[in-house]
DNA sequence: TTGTTTGCAAACCTTTTGCACGTTA
DNA sequence: TAACGTGCAAAAGGTTTGCAAACAA
């Protein structure tokens, strides 16, 4: 398990976003381009109002909402991004690594700030139980509810 | 672990809400005990649309949505009721059983099925790596996705 | 009586869709 | 040039809020 996501692992990601848009024979918009680059910086969820202001905010394109969220489709379905619902009714994104590694949320119902959370044990308590059910599991998503160390101590 | 709900645990939980219900110094409108008593008669989550169409089509009261979510937030204010996002975006509301004994969810994406799981090895997991964290945990939620064996067999 | 609960309608917010225009291969 | 991508505006769907009337304690 690694916590940490490089920089070389993020430019792996966009390269490897941009391949398989390109192999699904779609075309290099500027829209999908700026959510591609954006996400590649990520290491966490963003929801889609986030990635629209932080595009809005930087230099050179400003892509409406809609474009943002058909981005996100595409991706999406591609598997190059997960989405996930943390609970409120927003969704959020983040990429999806290649190798499959990934990790699960703790949100904080103080400041609502996420937290990555990875364990090899639960993902293996998770994969077990999979196994023994008449269900075929092919995603899980994990969320912690709770309160941050910061709002803990101010309470 | 119990994998079943039994009628006087219902009858049980439903008791206990009213009781608390009318501890917080909230009177007894018709409409939030329709959505108890209905909720009662549950093992596993219902959208709120569920929950109205139900009293709707039973005779007696006819409560409009606002009522019914205004009872569901109430409900899950009193920690009576569980909130449940499974992904897209409805939620869907369940009893809080007294003693913590909870499940959750596998959701179908052929059918759209919703499966309580069960399984103590995976609590237990959970817990272990909480207790580590430093983030204080009060409550978890876990969705599989995939395919249940009906829609297995049918691709 | 007094404050709570309810139902209706309108408001809100996120997400999706229709459509005309711009752009890519 | 033909198809895809984009932006804007409108629509859709779920949830929340304002308000006046009904109701419980």
New binding site residues.
């Given amino acids: 398990m690694r916590s940490v996501t490089t920089q070389s692992e993020r430019a792996e990601w966009a390269r490897h976003a941009e391949a398989a848009i390109s192999a699904a ?9 700026a959510v591609v680059d954006l996400l590649a910086q990520q290491d966490c969820c963003l ?3 986030e990635i629209r202001d932080a595009l809005v905010a930087a230099p050179g ?7 943002v ?3 996100l ?1 595409t991706l999406t379905d591609l598997h190059l991004v997960h989405r996930v619902d943390l609970g409120g ?3 959020r994104y983040e990429p999806a690594r290649a190798d499959g590694d990934h990790h699960h949320h703790a949100v904080c119902r103080g400041c609502g700030a996420v937290t990555a959370i990875e364990d090899d044990a639960l993902e293996s308590a998770l994969h077990q139980m999979a196994d023994r059910l008449a269900f075929e599991v092919d995603a899980h998503d994990i969320t912690l509810h709770g309160y941050c160390a910061r709002c803990t101590a101010r309470k």
């Fill in positions: 024979g779609l075309r290099a918009g500027g829209a999908r381009k929801t889609a109002q394109s400003t892509p409406g909402m809609a474009s969220y058909r981005a489709d009714q927003v969704a």
